[in-house]
Structures are given as C-alpha cells and as structure tokens.
C-alpha cells in the first residue's frame, strides 16, 4: 500500500450493542484526539436512515460523558448509513458508492461470528476488499479446529496482515506497561525465570455475573471468554523473551514463540465451577454445566521457565472485581535469622484494573531488639484507571495499519491449542456461592504453593 493510513471506516453492526458502546466513543476519541476526518459508515440492517444513525451515536456519546454538542458534531458530521441485509449483493455494492474515492477502507466487523465470511466474501466481491482492512471481534473461532477454519476462510479475501484481530486486553495500558516494565529496568531480567521465581498468580475477578448476555454467555463459558484470549495474552506479556531486532514483527513472534511452549492443559490441572442462581439466568440452558468460573494451573515448556507453575483464575460474581498478577520470587536458602513464623516470599504485583499499580513485597527488620520481620509492599507506581480507552488505542493502531495489539493467526492458534482438551465439559463443574472466590475444589490446585492471592477492592 502507498499509504498506510485508512481513508475510510466502515463498521458493520453499527446499530448494535458493541458499536452504541465501545466503537461510538472509540471514534470520538479519534476524531477529537487525533484529528480522523475520513468518512465513517456504518451498515446494519435495521431499516433505519442517516439520522436515526447519527442520533444513535449522539446517545451513545451522551451516555459516556461527552456533553458538547460540538464535538458530537465533529464525529456525526463524518458518518454515512448503509441499510441492507449481509447476504444481498446489492448492500455491499452501496457501501462501495459510499466509499467513493476511497482506497484503503478499514472494516470492523461488529457482527456475530457466524457472519464474518459472509461479510468478508459481500466486501471482496463488491471490490472494497482490495487494499482494505478486516478489523473482528472475538471470539475468534469456538475451539482450534473452527478458528483454523476461520483463518482459512479470511484468508481468501484478505492477506494476513490485512486482518487485525482484537483482543481489547492488548490495548489495556498496564497490560503494555507489563511488557514495558520488564524490559525497560535490567535489574528484572537477571531473576524472571525459574531460578528465581516460585509461581505465578492471575486473578481476574469479578463481581457482577453473566448480565443480559445469558445466551451468548451458555455457549461459551469462562474458559473461551477470558482465558483463552485475555488471561493468555497478558501471561505472554510477563513471561515472553524480549523482542529482539528491528523487525516490527519482533514483540509478535516472541509472544507467538512463548505461547507455543505452553503446555496443552489436562483435565488434572483444571477446576470449573458454577455460581448458584446463574440457571435461572434469561438466555441459559435448564442443567448447564457451562462454568461462570475456571481455575487452572499451566506450565511454560522453556528453560525459562520449566517448573514455574502458573495459576490463572477467573470468576463471575466473586467478591471483587479486580486483575492482578502476582510473581512469587524464592525464599532464601536458609533461615538466617531463625524466625519461628515461616518468612513469606516477596513478590512483584501488577495491578490491570480497576486501578493500576505496580507493587513489589519484601521482607524488612522489624524495629526493636529481634531479627524479626515483617512484609511491606512498595507501590512503585500507580496510576489514573485509563489513559486512552482500549478501543480507541485500537482501532487508531488499525487505521494506521499498525499490529502490533492485535492476535495473529499463529498467536491465536496457540492460545486456542493450550485450551482445546479442556473445553466443555471434560471436568466436573462445581457449584460456588455468590460473592465467594469460586469452589473450594481450585484451592487444591495450588498444592504446596501457597494460597490464592485474593486481589483487595481497592
Ligand atoms: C470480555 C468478556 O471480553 O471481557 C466479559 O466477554 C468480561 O465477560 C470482559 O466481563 C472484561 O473486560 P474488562 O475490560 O471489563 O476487564
């Protein structure tokens, strides 16, 4: 391409749920921020004009905060509608006269999975293809086999590096400060591997459960909504190799590299639980054994990190909602100072959401005449929630045709291969408390590596 940059943004599903809350506000933010002026269009069929489509986008922004009516303006002065049902030629042969000039379109596919090759074949037929860009949500496939599928599909319309598969983790500011803090102080590099650390914990928590999303929730369950794809990506972050080269596929290939090596999980190294009440959810099938939680430990086959175990836990309707991951280092080889309460180890903590933090535990001298200690944290740094929201760092890297964030079919493929044996209902699914942290069944997992770090609310 001449020009890497997008001279026009279509988003299909533009009268639904994603777009009224993530892609509207995404959009503002570039358009104020970044000064967008390319046309925007959005296509859904839902019989509405322009103007209910700027209203719609007027409402969404509302609702998110931004009251000046002039730089609602700026964003609902840029779009174009598009009616019309996927499977008809004639929608996309009105989206291309939309298009008009425009050569290298971007498209975000905010439609269900089951659309986007329809989707993906209407924009290669109709010429809107050709030097364009495929943005799609996740989930990307159901299992390995279907998102190989998916890849393959794709890959007749569009080129690999066309295709810009989101994961909205990657655009996470502390996801990127993880990374960022890892290879900018040297002092970590010498002790981030299995000399030196004793496991890894990630905890994503939350305290609200399956919502209005009932439906999509039963067909999916917590091991495909948040494991495979966000919990993953944000352990590649923290135990990949640094980037070497120039290459700009550098950061990619590392964390492709590091995936890889993760050993598939077995039904021994998982535990599924099920909150009580989530049945009656509208949307969820009578007798699911779909799991609302899932704890499992992962080992990386790599000299880095052979033997480090890793604990990853995720939750609906738990005590807080909150993401940490916490390092646990060794102790030392002997109990120098004799203490009688067994001295814990320090730590390294890093804090996504809400708030964000980095936090490292240490052992320190209690005053007073005994070598006794105690455990203090420095907060080497904390942070505003979100700088830039997720969606807007995105869709702006995509427009600029930039990667980097986002899943590629390698990276997704290993994620998928780390989960496939243990997906549906290959483990019993036990039933937990509201407001608990899940089946007592994922404390055991833990074996002999201490207990679960349980992330506080603030
Ligand atoms: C989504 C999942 O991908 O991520 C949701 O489908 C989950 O179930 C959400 O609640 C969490 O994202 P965040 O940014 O609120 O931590």
Redesign the pocket.
């Known amino acids: 391409m001449d020009d890497p940059r997008s001279d026009a943004v279509v988003f299909f599903g533009a009268t639904g749920d994603l777009a009224y809350k993530q892609i509207f506000p995404a959009l503002l933010g570039l358009v104020r921020d970044e000064g967008l002026s390319v046309p925007i269009i959005g296509v859904a069929k839902a019989g509405w004009g322009l103007d209910q489509l700027k209203e719609q986008a007027a409402d969404s922004l509302k609702h998110h905060g931004v009251t000046d009516d002039g730089t609602i303006r700026k964003l609902t002065d840029l779009l174009r509608y598009v009616d019309g049902d996927y499977n008809d030629d004639a929608t996309f042969n009105a989206l291309r006269k939309q298009l008009g000039d425009a050569k290298h379109p971007l498209h975000y596919l905010a439609v269900p999975p089951s659309l986007f090759g329809t989707v993906a074949e209407g924009l290669a037929k109709s010429g809107s293809a050709e030097d364009g860009r495929l943005v799609i949500e996740?989930p990307f496939g159901h299992n390995r086999e279907s998102s190989r599928e998916l890849s393959r599909l794709l890959a007749k319309f569009f080129p690999e590096d066309a295709i810009f598969r989101i994961?909205?983790?990657l655009g996470?500011e502390p996801v990127q400060n993880i990374v960022y803090t890892r290879f900018a102080n040297s002092f970590l590099e010498p002790v981030w591997n299995r000399e030196h650390v004793e496991s890894i914990q990630i905890t994503?928590a939350?305290d609200?459960g399956?919502q209005d999303?009932g439906h999509?929730?039963d067909e999916?369950g917590?091991i495909r909504?948040?494991v495979q794809?966000?919990l993953l990506q944000v352990l590649a972050q923290l135990t990949m190799d640094p980037p070497t080269g120039e290459e700009h596929e550098a950061m990619r290939d590392q964390k492709a590299a590091l995936l890889k090596a993760v050993r598939p999980l077995d039904p021994m190294s998982v535990v599924r639980g099920q909150y009580d009440g989530y049945q009656s959810v509208d949307g969820v099938r009578p007798g699911s054994t779909v799991e609302t939680f899932v704890a499992v430990r992962l080992l990386i086959e790599s000299w880095r990190w052979a033997g480090v175990p890793i604990f990853i836990r995720a939750g609906?309707r738990l005590p807080v909602?909150a993401?940490e991951v916490t390092v646990r280092f060794k102790r030392p080889p002997r109990e120098t100072f004799n203490e009688v309460v067994p001295n814990k180890a320090g730590h390294m903590r890093f804090r996504?959401?809400p708030d964000v933090s980095i936090g490292m535990g240490v052992r320190v001298k209690q005053p007073g005449e005994r070598m006794v200690g105690q455990d203090v944290e420095m907060i080497l740094t904390e942070q505003r929630p979100s700088f830039m929201p997720?969606y807007q760092r995105l869709l702006g890297d995509a427009i600029r045709g930039l990667g980097e964030l986002f899943g590629r079919e390698d990276i997704i493929d290993a994620q998928w291969r780390v989960v496939n044996d243990v997906l549906d209902n290959v483990t019993p699914v036990y039933r937990y408390k509201p407001g608990s942290w899940g089946p007592d069944e994922a404390d055991a997992l833990l074996d002999g590596h201490g207990h679960w770090h349980n992330p506080s609310t603030s």
Do not use: L
């Open positions: 996740k994961d909205h983790y996470k994503m939350e609200f399956v999303r999509f929730y999916t917590a909504d948040v794809n966000h609906k909602t993401t996504i959401s997720p």
